[in-house]
């Protein structure tokens, strides 16, 4: 059984920088697609970043040009680097992946949570004024 485990997450000031990584263990082969997603209180979540397997790299609106998502040097890992961090990007940070393929709209920040099945438990970010 495959199993994600984040970590990095914490407190900063706005304008700051985090870099949240992902390991996923059990898995048997790299896989298609791992993504980021969050999840503020009280609202729905939503796609972050998503990076396929032959590198394609797709990123939320609100994110494009602050985050950066990268593979790991170990097989299946996934970071996010995440700089001039707003208020408004606190919340729960989850890491998802899929080993098993899909459609060339599969692996986007907009349609990855409808098609990724494997999920960590989340790493809050908290960024403070």
């Known amino acids: 059984q495959v199993q994600l485990l984040e970590s990095g997450g914490g407190s900063v000031q706005v304008g700051g920088s985090l870099r949240l990584s992902c390991a996923a263990s059990?898995?048997?082969?790299?896989?298609?697609?791992m993504g980021w997603f969050r999840q503020a209180p009280g609202m729905e979540r939503e796609g972050v970043a998503t990076?396929?397997?032959?590198?394609?790299?797709t990123y939320a609106p609100s994110v494009k040009g602050r985050f950066t998502i990268s593979s790991g040097r170990a097989k299946n890992a996934l970071t996010l680097q995440m700089n001039s961090l707003k208020s408004e990007d606190t919340a729960m940070y989850y890491c998802?992946?899929?080993?098993?393929?899909?459609?060339?709209?599969?692996?986007?920040?907009?349609?990855?949570?409808?098609?990724?099945?494997?999920w960590g438990q989340g790493t809050l970010v908290t960024v403070s004024s």
């Open positions: 990076i396929r397997s032959d590198g394609l790299t």
């Open positions: 998802a992946a899929d080993w098993e393929g899909g459609g060339p709209e599969d692996c986007t920040y907009s349609e990855a949570g409808n098609f990724l099945d494997a």
């Open positions: 059990g898995a048997p082969y790299s896989s298609y697609c």
